[in-house]
T-cell receptor
């Protein structure tokens, strides 16, 4: 079965500092991977998705970037954080291409002060 | 991409009662999915209904889909305190688009 590890689980960073959130997937190969952001009390906003190593699609122009250096590793980064980058970041992968069902990690909560 | 929109935004019920929430979407879909999110946790997939299905059951969950009205409903029967969570619908093309969710509080 699939497992998604996200770290760190919680992060408090000052404005202007860099960011790196990591997501690794176990139990599957060549997964489609996704980064979502959830603002407090809001729905999920798709930020990036990747269908393979080095392949990144951005959904929303913003202060963030993503990379996929390995098949089961997905990294979300920023060079300089903004207050508006605060939120709950969720990594997800497809359970199976036929259904489109997503399997989520436990999330990383980022607070920018 | 399209996005599901849940209604109501929040729902408070007594334990043992049923909870119903609705989802509307804008364009044709392959399938529609419902997810649950406990506070501060990731989302968990509950049920998927395909565009050619009208109703589907899973335990205490019942999902309906009306493609002519572009809407779906999720019914939780005999609610329990553990059902307290936010519920999201998501519509599927090459990626899932989520609404803002319905927050359900089940009072003991």
């Amino acid at each position: 079965s699939q497992t998604i590890h996200q770290w760190p689980a919680t992060l408090v960073q000052p404005v202007g500092s860099p960011l790196s959130l990591e997501c690794t997937v176990e139990g599957t190969s060549n997964p489609n991977l996704y980064w979502y952001r959830q603002a407090a009390g809001r729905g999920l906003q798709l930020l990036f998705y990747s269908v393979g190593i080095g392949q990144i699609s951005s959904e929303v122009p913003q202060n963030l970037s993503a990379s996929r250096p390995q098949d089961r590793q997905f990294i979300l980064s920023s060079k300089k954080l903004l207050l508006s980058d605060s939120g709950f970041y969720l990594c997800a992968c497809f359970r199976g291409h036929q259904t489109g069902e997503l399997f989520f990690g436990e999330g990383s909560r980022l607070t920018v002060l | 991409s399209q996005q599901g929109e849940e209604d109501p935004q929040a729902l408070s019920i007594q334990e043992g009662e049923n909870a119903t929430m609705n989802c509307s979407y804008k364009t044709s879909i392959n399938n529609l999915q419902w997810y649950r999110q406990n506070s501060g946790r990731g989302l968990v997939h509950l049920i998927l209904i395909r565009s050619n299905e009208r109703e589907k059951h899973s335990g205490r969950l019942r999902v309906t889909l009306d493609t002519s009205k572009k809407s779906s409903s999720l019914l939780i029967t005999a609610s329990r305190a553990a059902d307290t969570a936010s519920y999201f619908c998501a519509t599927s093309d090459y990626k899932l688009s989520f609404g803002a969710g319905t927050t359900v509080t089940v009072r003991a």
